[in-house]
Structures are given as structure tokens and as C-alpha cells.
């Protein structure tokens, strides 16, 4: 809290790693928020951004109990000062209350037939078949049934919630996504279009990183916050990987022809307008003339200021839109061109690597198309289809991918690569072409994010080595901290095998993966610890083929029957309905007393955004080092480029990158301070001080030298004492030496500027353990 404050004041940034389950979230949350209700005219809303829709819901659960805590505790006659307005913006499919919509299956399907029922031509055209059936005056229509066929047509809890317009507010409170459904219900109004309607006036947002790092969503969600908003990434280890997925594009053979079939659509469309409503299509061609494009084109164009609220004028608009691109039968020739021109790019034998400048010139040369034609593209586009009134906008995907590939390589000349690879390399026989734009530096999706907004914070419980982040994302934090985190018990016991039983050395390098002796030698690590350990245990492997190779190899030589006789068996599939089917059946084996073993991935799904408390994790396994796939050229490219431009050299980000994967997968198994659990790491490797400097301190810490450099026979020893330690009864009343009491918060405030101390008297001492 005294770093957060500390970057608060300053009006600045910050990167703070606090230990994994030791309330990271609730911390930010009641500092923050109290910091608004202290300085409301200089400190704007909160923007939390988390990854995945369990998270969302969790941030504002917690956030919830702070509120009842903040009004059972404030002065009487004051708790309507403390109250707020937090809610979390989902997709539809989270977030739709309507039966016809929501039992749609994919949310690409959700959305198609969200707008099919809520665009405004759609709208129209059944407001005015109403009509015209009253004025008809037909005696078996009358105007109360004639209201139920549009309403049949539409969305009623959409049609009820415009009908109000302004007036349908949201009562001050936090809105999970369950609330929000039931609120939108209970008053019969959208809750999607609700959410989207109260952002601007809510305290505290909580969404996904798209909504600011992507700037096709961006622009339409976040571009009218404030400046002086305080913007939260949690979970932010992988933020720069993010940064680059939201301004990479990958076009494949079958794309273009989908595209290209886009075309054709399009065009037919365009003539049977011209036949039926020429004056529609008229009617953009004077909007984007006289000023009136859409804000989404104004943004884009302006790169790195997409957060900006531009008032356009007569000569940003002949900026902005092209004259050859303005009228939607030209733009559509452009694109038909364009399109080719990549099929031809797509037809080369061997690897390209190019530049966005020099693709340029070639797509000039070969097309017809110039930078400035391209920038514009995708805006470009979306103006057309809404003039077109399509409403299955998922339809023109392949379309869309070439037009946000056109516009990012017309808009950032530096930081992008384009690479057209003929075949994969690891199955060089099959061919399949991809087109490939790359973006290599992370900042160009989050500056305007650093330079718009007050104070951003990114935060996670595997950040380390923290000074590489303001490298990679180009900011200057005001605060830069690895937090510790005090236990009352040794809860953690971090150790390394290097070896097994026989002395060989073991470790997923290359050259030693497919040993027999190293692969044997990892079986029987799991093997002892299904024998010793209570519960649940998950072991994570480097990569899909790695796991696959050894779980075969196992099964060959009796090792997973061996472990079968202590526990049951699950892993993870890149199929998300299996791994999610052995989840629950993994949990329900755990539940039982049965115990079971989680075999996963790094960097997959299980990796990522599950966790394994209490009995579902007391033991988790790393077997290798997570490196990335060293000879993708993407890759490649991304290293070279560091190494160029932030003079970071190529094995650094490697290391830095494979161990802050590993740090995430191992701290999967402490969720709280009462948790405990046995972290093996399984590669010689993590014995060098290179790769241990760059783990998590509150994990390295613990790592003493008894616990390093052990073989398996020795690691199970040390892993049968832990258990047997932590076994032992253990009072809750001990966990308030973990805290601090009234007279240390007191000492703290007066450090802080507080003369008077803690202006709020701390809860009895029973409700402050729980």
C-alpha cells in the first residue's frame, strides 16, 4: 500500500510483484478506491484489467466485501459518501438476458444474432412495417398487436432500455456479471448495452485487456475516459506477449479466399443498393466527405493517440479518407486488388522476411495500393458494412484480418516484420502458407495507455526480474518493488533435482530429452511422490509434443501403471471441452480422498488461469525449462529486434521469458497464506544462480542450499519431512502474528503523513484473522 500511495502522489507509474494468494487484488482495490473517495476531483475512475471472466468476477466479489466493510465502519451519517459504482463489461454472450440470443452456442453466433435484432436499420424497417399496419387500420391488427409483432422482431430488453435512453440508470453498488443479469431481468433492459451506457459514470471498471490494448475495441469502449483514470493490468507477467497478439495478423491461403469471396459479396450488395437506395450509399460518400466519419477511422489514423476524442474537420476528413477510396465501389476495387496482390506473395518457394516499407512499395508496384489508401482500410470498411446494413459482420472475418493487416502496415513503419512462410518447418513435406505480420515491440500497443492515463500499475505474483518490464514497454515506472511476504510457518519448500537416483544427470535440454535414463529417471520422481503425498499433484511439462513423448515412454515401461496404484491420472488435451471434462474429474478425485495427478503444459491453458489450492495442489512439478520454440522466425525476428533497439541480449529474454513461465506454473499451488505446498523443480539447469536470480524472491528465498542440487531418492526424503511438518495440528490464532496490530497501522500512518494515526479503528481481533 505505501508503494502504491508513494506512485499515487506522484501522479505516476508503477510495477509492483507481490506474492501469489496474500491479497494482491483486495490491497489495490481498497487503497485505490480510497484514494478516489479522498481526492474525487484529482483522481478519476479506477480501470482494472484482468485476462480471463473468472478473474473479472472474483476482482469485484472482492471488491464487494470491501464495500460492506467500508460502510459498517465509517461514521454514522456519512456511509452515503463512501458509496460506488463498480461493475465489469463482458462480451454478450456473458452479459445477454434474452432466451432467443443467449442459447446461441458460440459468441460469434451470440453477437450475429444480438445484432440482428438491436442494429438501427433493422429497428427501423420494423418500426415502420408497425406503422404502416396501424395507419392501415386493418380491423384484426390492432396498434396493442401490431407493438407485439415489432417486439417479436426485436429485442425487448433492448427496445425497453433505448426507450429510456439517459433516464435507465444503474443504482450505485458492485455489479458482477450475475447481477448484472438479474438487474437487467428485474427491470426488463439489456444488461450488455447497460454496461456499455454506465461505464462513464461508474468508479470502478473492471474488463478484459482488449478493451484497451486492441485499438479496434479500444476505440470503441475506452476512448472517452479521462485522463486522469488510475489503470490496473493484474496478472500482468505475459503483458508484452498480449501487446504483440493485439497487432499481429496471420493471413492463410484459405483467408484470401474467403476474402475474396467478401469481395464478391460486397459488390453484389453494393448494386442491388444501387438499384433499390442509391441515395444510402450517397449519403456516406457526403458523411466522409463533410467531416462525418465515423470516430473509430480518426482514431486509428492518428497510431499512437488512439485514446484521443478528435473534432474532425473538413481537412482531417480529406486527411483521413482518401479520395480513392471514399466511394464504395472504388474501395472495393482497392481491396480486390490488394487481395490478389497477397495471393501473389503467398505463391513464393522459399521463407521472405520483409519490411512494412518495403512491402509497401512492392503492394504500389504489384497493386496499385499506397500507404495512405491502406491505413485506412479497416475503418474504411466497417463504415461500409454498416451502410450496407449487414448484420453478420463475423461473415466478413476473412475480409476484416486483411484490411486490419492493411491498415497496421500503412499506419507503423518500425517495430512490425512481415514473413511469408511456405510450410511449417517442423513438417517441411506438407505445404501451407501463411503471411505473417509481426509486431516485435510491445510499447506500440501500450503507449497511448502510459502516455493518456494518470497512473497505470502492472502487477503480478511472477514479475522478476522486474526491471526488464519498463524496458520491454517503454515506460518509466515511479515505483518498481518484489514484495516479501511474512509466514508464520515455512509453508513453501522450493527444491531442485538435478539428478536421479543413479546419479545421471536430468533436464529437457535437446540433447538429453529423449535419454532413456533421464526419462526414466522423471517417472520415478512422480512415482515417490504419489507415494508420500497426500491429495492432489500437478506436474507441468515444456510443451504438448514433450509430454506426449514421455507419458508414451512411461506407459512402455510400467511407470504410469506404478502411479496409478497411489493416484489416478488426468492431463491436459489442446482440446478445451477434454481438459475442462478432466478438471472437474480431477477436482471430484481430490474431493474424495482419492487423490489424483494433473499432467499439463506451460503456457497452456492449465498454466495460465487455474489454480490448485488446498487439497487440490500439495505438490506441483516443472519438469525442463519452458523455453520458447528457438527457431520459430517470428521469434527470430522479436530478438533481434531487442537486441537492436533495447540492447537486450537474445539468451537474457529467453532465460527472463522461460522462467517467469515456469515461476507461474509452480505458484499454481500457493493460493494463500494458510496454503502449502512442495515445489519441484526437475532440470539441472535451475541449479546455475543465472536461472534461479530470475525467479520470484518470495520463491528464491526459500530456496536454501540443502535444497538444491538433489537427486530423487534425496528430494523425496526432504518432500516425506515437509509433509510430515506440515501435517501437524495448526491454530489460526498464529496467523496474527502475520499482521499488523492497532499500534504498528498507527506507526505506519504517522510515517505516511497521518500525525493522528489510522483515521479507522481496525475490526475486533477474531474478524480481522478471518
Not at 47 to 75: G, N
Not at 471 to 493: E, Y
Not at 663 to 692: E, P, T, W
Request: aromatic residues 8%; neutral net charge; charged residues 25%.
Amino acid at each position: 500500500m505505501i508503494e502504491l500511495k508513494h506512485a499515487l502522489d506522484a501522479k505516476g507509474h508503477g510495477a509492483l510483484e507481490m506474492p501469489t494468494g496474500t491479497g494482491k487484488t483486495i490491497t489495490l482495490l481498497s487503497l485505490i478506491t480510497s484514494y478516489q473517495l479522498q481526492y474525487p476531483h484529482s483522481c478519476g475512475k479506477l480501470i482494472y484489467c484482468t485476462r480471463t471472466v473468472p478473474e473479472m468476477e472474483k476482482v469485484l466479489a472482492e471488491l464487494k466485501v470491501l464495500q460492506k466493510y467500508r460502510e459498517e465502519h465509517v461514521e454514522k451519517g456519512k456511509e452515503e459518501e463512501t458509496h460506488i459504482l463498480a461493475l465489469g463489461l463482458s462480451s454478450r454472450k456473458n452479459l445477454c438476458v434474452n432466451p432467443k440470443v443467449s442459447e446461441e452456442g458460440s459468441r460469434e453466433s451470440v453477437d450475429a444474432r444480438c445484432r440482428n435484432l438491436t442494429a438501427s436499420w433493422v429497428r427501423d424497417k420494423a418500426k415502420e412495417e408497425a406503422e404502416e399496419g396501424d395507419q392501415k387500420g386493418t380491423k384484426i391488427k390492432t396498434v396493442l398487436e401490431n407493438e407485439k409483432i415489432r417486439k417479436s422482431n426485436l429485442c425487448e430488453f433492448y427496445e425497453d432500455l433505448e426507450a429510456l435512453g439517459a433516464e435507465a440508470e444503474v443504482p450505485k453498488g458492485v455489479y458482477t456479471l450475475q447481477d448484472l443479469r438479474e438487474f437487467g431481468r428485474e427491470k426488463r433492459w439489456c444488461p450488455y448495452f447497460l454496461a456499455r451506457q454506465t461505464l462513464q459514470r461508474a468508479n470502478v471498471v473492471v474488463y478484459n485487456y482488449q478493451y484497451l490494448l486492441d485499438p479496434k475495441v479500444a476505440g470503441l469502449v475506452s476512448r472517452e475516459f479521462e485522463d486522469n483514470a488510475i489503470v490496473v493490468f493484474d496478472e500482468a507477467h505475459n503483458i508484452d506477449n498480449v501487446c504483440i497478439e493485439a497487432l499481429s495478423v496471420n493471413l492463410r491461403s484459405q483467408t484470401l479466399d474467403a476474402a475474396q469471396r467478401n469481395i464478391t459479396t460486397l459488390n453484389t450488395r453494393i448494386t442491388e443498393v444501387k438499384k433499390t437506395d442509391r441515395k444510402r450509399l450517397q449519403d456516406e460518400y457526403e458523411r466522409l466527405v463533410s467531416g462525418l466519419a465515423n470516430q473509430g477511422a480518426i482514431s486509428r489514423q492518428r497510431g499512437e493517440d488512439l485514446m484521443a476524442n478528435p473534432v474532425i474537420s473538413e481537412d482531417v476528413v480529406q486527411e483521413v479518407i482518401p479520395g480513392n477510396i471514399r466511394r464504395a465501389e472504388h474501395f472495393v476495387a482497392i481491396m480486390r486488388r490488394f487481395v490478389e496482390f497477397l495471393r501473389h506473395e503467398l505463391r513464393a518457394p522459399s521463407v521472405v522476411q520483409t519490411a512494412p516499407r518495403m512491402f509497401i512499395q512492392k503492394s504500389e508496384a504489384g497493386g496499385g495500393v499506397d500507404a495512405k489508401t491502406l491505413k485506412f482500410c479497416y475503418d474504411r470498411l466497417t463504415s461500409l458494412l454498416k451502410t450496407l446494413e449487414i448484420v453478420d459482420t463475423e461473415e466478413f472475418g476473412a475480409l476484416s484480418s486483411v484490411a486490419d493487416f492493411a491498415t497496421l502496415i500503412g499506419t507503423y513503419d518500425q517495430g512490425f516484420t512481415i514473413i511469408m512462410e511456405p510450410y511449417d518447418e517442423r513438417y517441411p513435406h506438407i505445404p501451407d502458407p501463411v503471411l505473417q505480420l509481426a509486431c516485435l515491440d510491445a510499447s506500440l500497443a501500450v503507449k497511448p495507455v502510459f502516455e493518456k492515463y494518470q497512473s497505470v500499475f502492472i502487477t503480478s505474483g511472477t514479475l522478476s526480474p522486474i526491471d526488464l518490464y519498463p524496458r520491454l514497454l517503454k515506460f518509466r515506472p515511479n515505483v518498481m518493488k518484489s514484495l516479501m511476504m511474512t509466514l508464520t510457518r515455512k509453508c513453501l519448500c522450493p527444491m531442485v533435482i538435478t539428478r536421479g537416483a543413479d546419479q545421471q544427470h536430468i533436464s529437457s535440454k535437446f540433447d538429453m530429452r529423449e535419454d532413456p535414463n533421464v526419462i526414466q529417471n522423471y517417472g520415478k520422481v512422480l512415482v515417490g511422490l504419489a507415494q508420500s503425498i497426500p491429495d492432489g499433484i500437478v506436474a507441468f511439462f515444456v510443451s504438448y509434443s514433450y509430454m506426449e513423448n514421455i507419458i508414451s515412454k512411461w506407459h512402455d515401461t510400467g511407470i504410469l501403471r506404478e502411479i496409478m496404484q497411489h493416484k489416478l491420472i488426468f492431463m491436459e488435451t489442446q482440446d478445451v471441452v477434454e481438459t475442462s471434462l478432466a478438471l472437474d474429474n480431477y477436482r471430484r478425485a481430490c474431493n474424495a480422498g482419492r487423490g489424483a495427478v494433473f499432467l499439463s503444459v506451460a503456457r497452456g491453458k492449465v498454466a495460465e488461469g487455474i489454480d490448485f489450492d488446498r487439497h487440490y495442489g500439495r505438490a506441483v512439478v516443472m519438469y525442463g525449462v519452458p523455453y520458447q520454440y528457438t527457431l520459430s522466425r517470428i521469434l527470430r525476428a522479436r530478438l533481434e529486434y531487442l537486441r537492436e533497439t533495447l540492447q537486450i541480449k537474445e539468451q537474457d529474454f529467453l532465460t527472463f521469458d522461460a522462467i517467469r513461465q515456469a515461476s507461474q506454473c509452480i505458484g499454481r499451488v500457493i493460493r494463500s497464506k494458510a496454503d502449502y505446498g512442495l515445489m519441484v523443480f526437475a532440470d539441472k539447469r535451475y541449479n546455475s544462480h543465472d536461472k534461479r536470480s530470475k525467479l520470484p524472491k518470495w520463491i528464491s528465498n526459500h530456496m536454501t542450499e540443502e535444497l538444491l542440487n538433489l537427486s530423487t531418492d534425496m528430494a523425496l526424503t526432504v518432500s516425506r519431512a515437509f509433509m510430515r511438518h506440515m501435517s501437524q495440528p495448526f491454530s489460526a490464532g498464529e496467523a496474527g502474528k502475520t499482521l499488523f496490530d492497532q499500534q504498528k497501522v498507527d506507526e505506519i500512518a504517522r510515517r505516511m503523513g497521518y500525525p493522528g494515526g489510522c483515521a479507522v479503528n481496525l475490526a475486533p481481533p477474531t474478524k480481522r484473522i478471518k
